[in-house]
């Protein structure tokens, strides 16, 4: 192993030595599967993911009117009560 030092704040030490404590494991033991747990965690959405996603909502809310993108002030009108027809 590699020894490190790290500076934390008072109430991360606290929550650190309490957990450990809880567990029966050292601090550095619950660092270190803190550490393991962040690094095994896929953060990161590759793009073939964000397509697919991005494609799954494809007319999802379809609204079946087709001049909404023209009459969008209108249809907000309507909806909150606004129009003065």
């Known amino acids: 192993m590699i020894r490190t030092q790290i500076q934390l704040t008072e109430k991360q030490s606290h929550i650190l030595k309490k957990l450990a404590r809880?567990?029966?494991?050292?601090?550095?033991?619950?660092?270190?599967?803190?550490?393991?747990l962040y690094i095994h965690t896929d953060?990161?959405?590759?793009?073939?993911?964000?397509?697919?996603?991005?494609?799954?909502?494809?007319?999802?809310?379809?609204?079946?009117?087709?001049?909404?993108?023209?009459?969008?002030?209108k249809y907000l009108a309507e909806i909150y009560g606004e129009v003065s027809e």
């Open 22 to 36: 809880e567990e029966g494991v050292s601090v550095a033991e619950v660092i270190r599967r803190s550490i393991n």
């Open 43 to 73: 953060t990161e959405v590759d793009v073939e993911e964000r397509k697919r996603r991005a494609l799954s909502v494809l007319g999802k809310y379809d609204s079946g009117l087709m001049d909404l993108s023209e009459d969008h002030d």
